[in-house]
């Protein structure tokens, strides 16, 4: 609340001096209703609630050239789509412009803005602009002539993507870019652009460090939260079209009636903004919730049991999106089972689900302790020979990387590997492995570096990219799944910087080839301001973040050794059972003489999973990127590295560099203060300073073990760790977010 | 976000008119501002954040003459509680009248607000009021003349006192109270006002239904959710001067220092609002954190345990209140374990404590799988023999029945049978057996039926009230607890209905004299609208509403007939393990031929718990109120009662009568669509068609099952169940919110 003393005194005037002022009686009703607003409204007003959706008013100068080109606004508003595009449109130039124009039914005037599409908007028609070329979701923004009338036209092939134009529309406003020559036209290769909520029936949300689920099932499907809507625009505004509402690791219960029904009213309420919804489907579900005694995929009764639930879901829900299936991993259950392959589980549920449109979203992640080779092989050992096999509507889901979702992994050896069959991209924006709600980490370039990575698969330039988006190997069902960092937090994401992390995530699955750097600077403007040396340092702060998680908790291309089940925190000791392929000690291999993981040939030989040119790059000391060392090799602590320093030296450099990184991001965001609300500010400074304490612990933890192997002396000017050793091992967290033990 | 809409509707002015008009350059930076802020703060604005702290613009005419007796503040703001009582009259009076007065060090004009305490402020030492007979918490709210000005003085004893009094007076304004003849003299016999958080360090709240634990534990103590601070003044608004953090079934690790810094950080924002903080402990906490071999209170290894643990608590927090205990109940570990008494139990934490002036609560609620006894009987039976045995600085906290926190309970027995120990009252604010978030309650005419009934311990007038607050039993050491319905939801409570039974509870917490039907009218005021018509149906609707879930869920002295473990829905056919006391045919009796729970001296006789007077009335038929009838007596089907109708068919009628009135509240909500905001008129809309639902429900299954043992017809007129008995029994609901299976 303390925001309200912030913006009285910002006011160009004190209240109390004008109370017995001369006024006229409007401005006396004005300055009553601001005061009462300031006093309530506002004191909620800069929370994060609004995400990058944030209209308040621009500059005057700014505003006036932009109104100018909103006189009025012509568009259909027949369907909820339509009428979403209306509101949406009169919320966000009433905001950002200070007045909303007036909806007309034809343009009557210069500065119009006109939306639709040729079949529903006449004046879109009269057009005669070819938007076919840009495919279902495509639009595009530009000048044109209607009735005599220079107008702004937002034309799409359907409803949707004429919102999607709209949203574009309102973007460029928020910032303040030219719109004196507009000609924008936007068209995505990926069909599917979906959110994994790992949220369970229970509320709590897996890995989730934003409170509990969105999703009220106990007042489903009577009470539709207000905040289902807000959820929709935030995706739609951003291009996300699908939501998985459940966790991989399945409740058989959300396919019961019970459950079905209020799926249905989720999906009345994301459908006028283009989001189909998926369910998470347990494998066993036909005998837990069947009856059935066997979930055997080529059983007959089983076969059946499936197509007659799908007719179910599809009676209750037309454009139901489909299934996303996690079996035989982690427990789960499976084909594998029933001693069938994965092919033939998914394949059942992809022929219940085609005769509806429905697709599978069958994920690769999965690794089993009795098989012990290396971790990072076996989603390539078990899926790849799988090529071919699957049903036209399955996609197979593919984490980024080859263990799961660490700082930095190399990228997937199944990208590439798979020509016959469409991979989607799965990543994570929730930061289970990355310092959770606190730690501003801003993912774009961890995304960005996926996605730019080249398989070789077919030569150069076949990049991961361009696997997913279809283009390398001709296919059109193409999809990205995002796991989702939404929860029940006032700000949604845990922080108001993680929120860039669901925005940049929404950029990169329509168009892979963006920036990351141009997502950001797009998301700090339309989030906290066009101050152009704020969004210069904001934005620079962000791209250094991921470097420095990377160097604070596992340089060099360690990774997984966060403290066990709940991943808070160093554990880089930690050899405890259940399964050796869940300790950190699996993964770093450290001992007396050396560290890093033996990937090369002459170790698991992971690197042949790859293409040939990355193969050989990445088993050879001399090529191995840096960041990829330990990765792939095991390599003595005295080993010379590029630098010439030693390995040791290195690592070390690497753990303090990350956290001098996290000293310098908080020491601009200092320096920043004052240039936006208070309110989100002193979250930010806070959250940075628990970040720079965690940073230091994580260096200290894992330099005082390193060293306690190899009893090497910390290089010239480097502090020691402040605590013994044992100190480190002794922390323990009972509780930890995102975690059920 | 529709509230947008509604609101810009609702304005004087069209925007885009006025947009080319002829404005002061003020206005139009008014008009922008005003936009802007309907665009942004007021989409939250109505989403019932605010509570009953909630202060919108009065009527011009109401606050011109307020605004006569509110030109200046006078009151000293050199600690944080009077900066706070500074604040909240600022930020009050300015959104009641408009603008806030300024603040001055001394009076020097009429109409001056003066606050503080005769320390603090010399204008409140020049008055010379004697306020020492008001007590610790008192204050006094009156006209006086300072420096030869007419003035409103608010003055207490200390720093809370005189807060206490701001919102006192600033309720006068919200609720439209003319103000001309002021003579508030405020005074309280509790001094124990405690809400008992039943929130797990996980976030998980135990009989929650408002979301997660507001306490962010993962985050504490670094970030302070400014919630925190609206939470402190919601409580202080009411006089609630202590929380217990954490669920009562404990986890020992809240003792151990990750967490009890994070407890002195909660402590430290609640302090300036006159907020202690209490802990829930775990009685075998000396065995899981302090690695001793036993938690027999009378080792002293265990004793020091405590002690130590007591000087690290308060050398942390110097006002920390002290423990509250669940022992030897519902699995619970307890002094029992080891042969010894609760009073032995108690009396060790009590010792640790008492250097430091903490107290211990210790909780009456006990009974025993393993008792056959009537479950009804076994804390009386417990207990009772132990009063004198407790120390100095031990209360026994005692549910306001003797079962547990059922739609309609007979007071419990041990108030008034322990004179020489303090009994605290425990009510649940949190509607475990009362419809959950959705049902609209009021808890007012609950708490107000067991704080008058008449014990006669000592005589007519004996009343519960005079027994909790000391004056009975000459006691100065009182308390009252209430379990806590807050949550992470927007609206606090899990709807703003649920928000008058925080305020009810705190208000009678206060002055257990008080009329719920005054504190209805006072929140209902505070919260919506001074609207007579509105307020008056409205307070209509809530004093019914009790009474209405007593007949649909459990009437004529029925109860713990809900779903097992969740309680959520009937389940009367219920007779599955793990313990018959937890079924609901262990509580009803039902057979072929009669029903109710013979409780009279021809029964478990637990009649005879009551003093002589209560005793007979309860034990006999003729006198015993038609509302306990089957609480105490187990009757024939055919029965006549009073009203000269059958048990059954009275039965029947009251369950109808039930669903009846909710459908009156329902229709009374309905024709006062337009007087509110439409977003929170839309919750309770949706609220009351959930709550007919299951009301219907209730009605039609409990019928049902007691017809399939009667087989007698319904009454005439009155409609069967529209579902087989088979149909309700199948019912599951496997994730209810508030319970973990």
Redesign the interface.
Known sequence: ?????AV?LSL??R??K??GGQL?A??R?????????????????E?G??LWL????LP?TQAAVY?SHAAQLVLPVATPTQQATR?ELL?GL??LL?????VASAVDRDGAIVVGTPASSPAVAALKLDVRALGRDGYLIRHAVVDGHAVIAIVGQDDVAALYGAFHFLRLLQTAQSIDHLDVREATRMSLRVLDHWD?????VERG?A??SIWD???LP??LD?RY??YA?ANASIGINGTVLNNVNA?A?ILTP?YLDKVKALAGVFRPYGIRVYLSVKFSAPIEIGGLKTADPLDPAVQRWWRAKADEIYALIPDFGGFLVKANSEGQPGPQDYGRTHADGANVLASALASHGGVVMWRAFVYSQHNTDDRAKQAYTEFKPLDGKFAANVLLQVKNGPIDFQPREPFNPLFGAMPKTPLMMEFQITKEYLG???HLVYLGPLFEEVLRADTHAKGNGSTVAKVIDGELDGHTLTGIAGVANIG???DWNGSDFNQANWYAYGRLAWNPQLSSRVIAEEWVRATFSNDEAFVKRVVDMMMLSREAVVDYMTPLGLHHLMGKGHHYGPAPWDASGPRADWTPVYYHRADHDGIGFDRSHTGSNAVAQYAPPIAAEFDDLKTIPDAYLLWFHHVPWSYRMRSGRTLWDELVMHYTQGVDDVKQMRATWQALDGRIDA?RYR?AA??L??QE?EAQWWRDASIAYFQSLNGLPLPAGYAPPPQPLSYYESLS?????GY?P
Chains 1, 2 share one sequence.
């Open positions: 609340m303390l925001a309200i003393t009285a160009p005037f209240p109390a004008h109370a006229t409007a401005f009703v004005l300055l009553v209703l601001v005061l009462a607003l300031l006093a309530t409204g506002l004191a909620h007003a929370d609630y609004d944030r209209y308040r008013p005057e109104r509101d919320r009433g905001g200070g007045h909303a124009p007036a369970d029936l229970s509320g709590h460090y409170g509990n099932w106990q007042k009577d009470w207000p809507i807000d625009r409740n219960a019970l959770f709600a606190t029940t937090d006032r309110e979250k806070v959250f300073g628990i304490k967290f009972p509780f930890v977010p059920r």
